[in-house]
């Protein structure tokens, strides 16, 4: 015989039962912005816009506190300019919500002339407290195909297959991604001003796939490694050029480097030190206060990680010799902690101790930046 249900608890069993399912968080969400198809139903009480940059152009010039924008699934084929402060974008879908645009060094740009590297970024950020979650930011130039074919770009050019998708450009500081796919082949992400706090990030590449002279924290991120079979190297995982009086450059804590299909055992550097020129009153060569910094903390390495770990990088001499080399040894380079089938004793650079190691934490690297501590 069942159980006699109390009427308050049919109640509250029927009212259950009726209730609709609860809507994404996202759903719930204010938002000052929506992107948006124009043929799409609308499912949210905020301005819609066609594009990202549209979205961004009405966000405030001088704004003070987040302006949201949503941006919903499809591919955002374009080239977007963050210059207001503030902006924060939330992706519908991380692997479905994609801001894409194809740009190579030595490709032809609408204006007739090659890209060059620093003008191919899909995303450039030129503004303070910028954030972005859950959702992918990818350069579409196929860098495999590319490099693999005859007569294809070359990464020994500077006219080459360098394609950046996400640039924190002078402006950025305190930039925040969260739970972000940031996709490329050679020249990735250039976090090169500012601050930048990476979480929980997929980041994939195969040359210098992070590089540039801004102070990083990555924290749980995944650093995938792509092959490039034209090569005997696969890659490089960083090159930073951490100004000299900078303390940090990127600083790589509890992440896992991983690798693509393809990606050969051994043949990927953690990094190199890349040093850019500048123009003196005697020349232009690469400017000495450029002395590169990375360290890799308690980060899970697969075989594709050279035992070396770290290597040389050329750099134009004050005697003019375009293949002046700068070693990991001159540069700033450290790790502790590694494990996994590519951990070693790394033959270069600098292993830390344990009392060492703890001084690389995210309070330090981020030094001035409270929210992020």
Not at 20 to 39: G, K, S
Not at 344 to 357: H, Q, V
Request: aromatic share 10%; proline share 8%; glycine share 10%.
């Amino acid at each position: 015989m069942p159980l006699a249900v109390s009427s308050s608890r049919r109640a509250l069993v029927l009212g259950l039962a009726a209730a609709p399912l609860a809507a994404p968080a996202f759903a719930a969400t204010p938002y000052d912005a929506i992107v948006q198809r124009a043929e799409a139903p609308r499912r949210f009480r905020a301005p819609t816009y066609p594009s990202l940059s549209a979205a961004v152009a009405a966000a405030p010039a001088n704004g003070t506190r987040p302006f949201r924008i949503l941006v919903t699934k499809g591919l955002w084929d374009e080239q977007v300019v963050i210059d207001k402060p503030f902006v924060h974008m939330v992706g519908e879908d991380r692997k479905a919500s994609i801001i894409s645009h194809l740009a190579a060094s030595g490709l032809t740009a609408p204006d007739g002339k090659r890209w060059g590297t620093f003008r191919t970024p899909t995303l450039f950020v030129r503004a303070p407290d910028f954030a972005a979650r859950n959702l992918t930011i990818q350069n579409a130039f196929d860098g495999l195909a590319e490099m693999t074919r005859p007569g294809g770009l070359r990464s020994h050019d500077g006219g080459g297959p360098q394609a950046v998708a996400l640039m924190l450009d002078k402006g950025s500081d305190r930039a925040r991604l969260t739970e972000v796919d940031i996709l490329g082949y050679q020249d990735t992400l250039f976090p090169d001003a500012g601050r930048g706090l990476f979480e929980r990030c997929l980041i994939a590449g195969s040359y210098d796939f992070i590089f540039g002279a801004g102070r990083a924290w990555f924290e749980d991120c995944e650093i995938r490694s792509r092959p490039r079979p034209a090569d005997p190297v696969d890659g490089y995982v960083v090159a930073p050029s951490t100004p000299i009086e900078q303390p940090f450059g990127f600083v790589f804590h509890r992440c896992r480097l991983t690798k693509d299909a393809g990606t050969r055992r051994g043949s990927v550097y953690l990094g190199r030190p890349w040093r850019p020129s500048g123009q003196f009153p005697d020349g232009r060569y690469g400017d000495p206060r450029f002395v590169g910094a990375s360290a890799f903390i308690d980060c899970w390495m697969d075989n594709h990680v050279a035992p070396e770990g770290w290597t040389e990088m050329w750099y134009t001499g004050r005697d003019g010799n375009p293949r002046t080399m700068l070693q990991p040894e001159d540069a700033r380079f450290a790790q502790y902690g590694a494990r996994g089938p590519g951990a070693a004793a790394f033959r270069r650079g600098r292993g830390l101790t344990a009392a060492e190691a703890r001084t690389y934490n995210r309070q330090a690297v981020l030094a001035g930046w409270p929210s992020a501590a």
